[in-house]
């Protein structure tokens, strides 16, 4: 039902920062609580961080605590991801997520987008 395409992956040093975005198509985006998760080459796809379905409690892995920010604007059916103090550790690919409510298991996923950060 939800369709999601991110944007806004890129080329960064080590330092630099870097917003990703999540536009979403549907009528229960509002409804719907989204999630970022990631994957690096050779690696397994990992949570990165998590929003409810009206922006007021968010939850970050240990490895992002501190230099992530998710947020989402239900007027535009958007979610973001603010990525500061980025480490070549953080280089993968990127795919936000949808959830909806009473469900255990992300329902919808992005096609991803690339974030690769040099030394």
């Known amino acids: 039902q939800l369709q999601l395409v991110e944007s806004g992956g890129g080329l960064v040093q080590a330092g630099g920062s870097l917003r990703l975005s999540c536009a979403a198509s549907?009528?229960?985006?509002?409804?719907?609580?989204m999630g970022w998760f990631r994957q690096a080459p050779g690696k397994e796809r990992e949570f990165v961080s998590t929003?409810?379905?009206?922006?007021?409690?968010?939850d970050y892995a240990d490895s992002v605590k501190g230099r992530f920010t998710i947020s989402r604007d239900n007027a535009k059916n958007t979610v973001y991801l603010q990525m500061n103090s980025l480490k070549p550790e953080d280089t993968a690919v990127y795919y936000c997520?949808?959830?909806?409510?009473?469900?255990?298991?992300?329902?919808?996923w992005g096609q991803g987008t690339q974030v690769t950060v040099s030394s």
């Open positions: 997520a949808g959830r909806r409510p009473f469900r255990n298991e992300y329902d919808y």
């Open positions: 549907g009528r229960t985006f509002s409804s719907t609580a």
């Open positions: 929003i409810n379905s009206i922006g007021s409690t968010t």
